[in-house]
T-cell receptor, first 113, second 111 residues
């Protein structure tokens, strides 16, 4: 089954404790992206990647890192999480970059205390 | 700054009562406009891509149209299963493959 998977689905952590949210897709897509969704602010893009070793900033990249060492994986790294990073995070992938249909993962709900 | 505004924020419809959702955008050089549907607790699901003014696309009870300043998502004779949040997003030539989403319209269709 074609899908985007994220782990963990739920995470509660404390300020400053480094964490990684994994994202993997099995559709051989070139494009992958991370978003955060907050009430009243909608869905905002954090980072995206057009291919292996190619990443670009979205609208809200501060406090986040990403890497694209393999085509199928695009982990989101929070080196020193803060409470304002409490949010619902979605990973997505697409065959044809920003113009293509994006397939979204199930989401990761992160709480930073 | 590129802006995408959706209205209304929320819409309550009776089953069968057709309506339209609006997505207005202020961008330079629209590359593509997208509509997604999002159910509670799930990731968005792709509906349509529109590229140029005058373009229309249909899928079941949904029809998306595009002008130079806005897009409409028409819901014809909605059913309760059409209840969801509908999201609009744009990408522009100057920003590569970056996507900017609007705030969404929550649609509730009552039987």
């Amino acid at each position: 089954e074609a899908q985007v998977t994220q782990n963990p689905r739920y995470l509660i952590t404390v300020t400053g404790k480094k964490l990684t949210v994994t994202c993997s897709q099995n559709m051989n897509h070139e494009y992958m992206s991370w978003y955060r969704q907050d009430p009243g602010l909608g869905l905002r893009q954090i980072y995206y990647s057009m291919n292996v070793e190619v990443t670009d900033k979205g609208d809200v990249p501060e406090g986040y890192k990403v890497s694209r060492k393999e085509k199928r994986n695009f982990p989101l790294i929070l080196e020193s999480p803060s409470p304002n990073q409490t949010s619902l995070y979605f990973c997505a992938s697409s065959l044809s970059g920003g113009l293509g249909e994006q397939f979204f993962g199930p989401g990761t709900r992160l709480t930073v205390l | 700054e590129d802006q995408v505004t959706q209205s209304p924020e929320a819409l309550r419809l009776q089953e069968g009562e057709s309506s339209s959702l609006n997505c207005s955008y202020t961008v330079s050089g629209l590359r593509g406009l997208f509509w997604y549907r999002q159910d509670p607790g799930k990731g968005p699901e792709f509906l349509f891509t529109l590229y140029s003014a005058g373009e229309e696309k249909e899928k079941e009870r949904l029809k998306a149209t595009l002008t130079k300043k806005e897009s409409f998502l028409h819901i014809t004779a909605p059913k309760p299963e059409d209840s969801a949040t509908y999201l609009c997003a744009v990408t522009v030539w100057a920003a590569g493959n970056k996507l900017t989403f609007g705030g969404g319209t929550r649609v509730l269709v009552k039987p």
